[in-house]
């Protein structure tokens, strides 16, 4: 027996899409490898990034599903325990829970030649085999960890771990702590440290902007969109946002940190209200990119030397479908080819949702990929004819990646980045267009 959708992942994605595509009239099975629903905010779950510190980065309006409003009573950026709760109760509000088979792991998906997949699940009470008309995964990309090598690590006496394997302050405890990565894990990790660490020498590659968590009184991404919707040139809104940086913090030289070697917004937003202050008090001592370990130290590319314990890879992560076959999906420089970065360009069967790094909050993008995929969804099944159409019309804006005309710092970290505000406006435009075609085909 066929059935009609598996959502791969109950996790902040994997839920919307379910929500979306059941309230389309599609019947949905949801499969989750852990015990519990929430994804990444799960922090006892396999796949989970989080640790104890972790709270948002982008502030509650910027975060919550657009038709699911966090209480008012929530902080301005909630912890990840309060995130889970949300996401539990967003489940039971749509009656999702119910339809989640948990502890249950894809183990692979084969393409049916007549359309379909063929999908081999462990879980419980063993291996199952069943076929579904199509697939949509939601497993999301920041768990697969992304590690550097450098000369002598091999020979390093002290202890090597991926942020992936960091969950409490607890494991920095009287250590000498080397954090390697300015990402808002490695920042926040740094800041731990500086808190519970003997020492904490933070590692980067490059200078970075330092976003604060509040400007003017108020949650900074709120002030950010402002910016943005003065609807000024790319050029001056950067200008802008730097002359701010320098007159809050200065020159980011004197705390011993390393020249931004780029314009603000041309690298993903790295939010730390307290970083600056540690620095500023020697709890936290900025360092550049690692060259080599020597026995128990780590050697910096300008010659210093320390002796650490502990050495985190805060490095990034890498996109993964360990289900998939190869050649599922296209990939070009490094990222999987898909429009707006959800529909596949060749095959109807087969979506992504949550494959994205906004520079804001992503439950409300997550929301808007899932209503495109419906309404294109309900296009197929109404006239198959028509949504081929609007496919090949789609084909022609397959390389529009959504960024703001914003020229990102060629990196990993973004693969997948999208400018909030233009990929709003886009997937918006991009369902309008669709729902258009299901009325003209309905009349």
């Not at 970075?208 to 809104?237: E, H, M």
């Not at 320390?306 to 599922?328: E, N």
Request: charged share 25%.
């Amino acid at each position: 027996m066929q059935r009609d959708t598996l959502v791969i992942g109950a996790g902040s994605s994997g839920l919307a899409a379910a929500k979306t595509l059941r309230l389309a009239g599609f019947d949905v099975d949801i499969v989750e490898r852990a015990d519990d629903l929430g994804g990444n905010w799960n922090i006892t779950g396999e796949s989970s990034r989080v640790y104890a510190t972790t709270h948002m980065i982008s502030s509650k309006p910027f975060t919550q599903f657009p038709d699911f409003p966090m209480p008012d009573r929530a902080p301005d950026y909630l912890h990840h325990t309060d995130v889970l709760a949300y996401l539990r109760r967003y489940a039971a509000h749509f009656g999702l829970t119910e339809r989640i088979r948990f502890a249950t792991s894809v183990e692979r998906c084969t393409p049916v030649r007549d359309r379909g997949w063929e999908v081999e699940l462990a879980g419980p009470d063993g291996p199952e085999t069943r076929r579904y008309r199509r697939v949509v995964v939601a497993n999301g990309h920041n768990w697969s960890p992304k590690v550097p090598r450098y000369p002598g690590q091999d020979g390093f006496t002290g202890e090597l771990i991926h942020a992936a394997a960091y969950k409490h302050p607890d494991q920095l405890a009287d250590r000498r702590v080397v954090v390697v990565g300015a990402g808002n894990t490695g920042c926040d990790i740094a800041v731990d440290g500086a808190q519970r660490a003997a020492a904490v020498y933070h590692s980067t590659r490059r200078g970075y902007w330092y976003a604060p968590k509040y400007a003017l009184g108020r949650p900074a991404d709120q002030v950010s969109d402002l910016i943005f919707s003065l609807g000024l040139p790319i050029r001056l809104t950067q200008w802008l946002f730097e002359l701010t940086a320098k007159t809050v913090v200065g020159r980011y030289e004197r705390f011993g940190l390393p020249t931004p070697d780029h314009r603000f917004l041309e690298t993903h937003p790295i939010v730390n209200q307290t970083l600056l202050y540690h620095v500023g008090h020697g709890q936290i001592t900025p360092v550049p990119d690692i060259a080599r370990f020597d026995g128990a130290e780590v050697v910096f590319t300008d010659g210093r030397r320390v002796a650490a314990d502990l050495v985190v890879f805060a490095t990034g992560y890498l996109i993964r479908f360990p289900f998939l076959p190869d050649d599922a999906i296209p990939w070009r420089d490094g990222r999987p080819v898909l429009y707006r970065n959800v529909l596949h360009p060749d095959r109807d069967d087969l979506a992504v949702i949550g494959l994205i790094q906004p520079d804001s909050g992503q439950f409300c993008l997550v929301h808007w990929q899932a209503v495109l995929l419906a309404r294109y969804l309900e296009l197929l099944h109404h006239d198959r004819a028509a949504a081929a159409a609007w496919r090949r019309r789609a084909a022609d804006r397959l390389d529009d990646r959504s960024q703001g005309g914003i020229a990102l710092v060629d990196s990993t970290r973004h693969l997948v980045e999208v400018e909030h505000l233009e990929y709003l406006d886009d997937l918006r435009r991009d369902i309008a267009e669709l729902e258009a075609a299901n009325v003209e085909v309905a009349s």
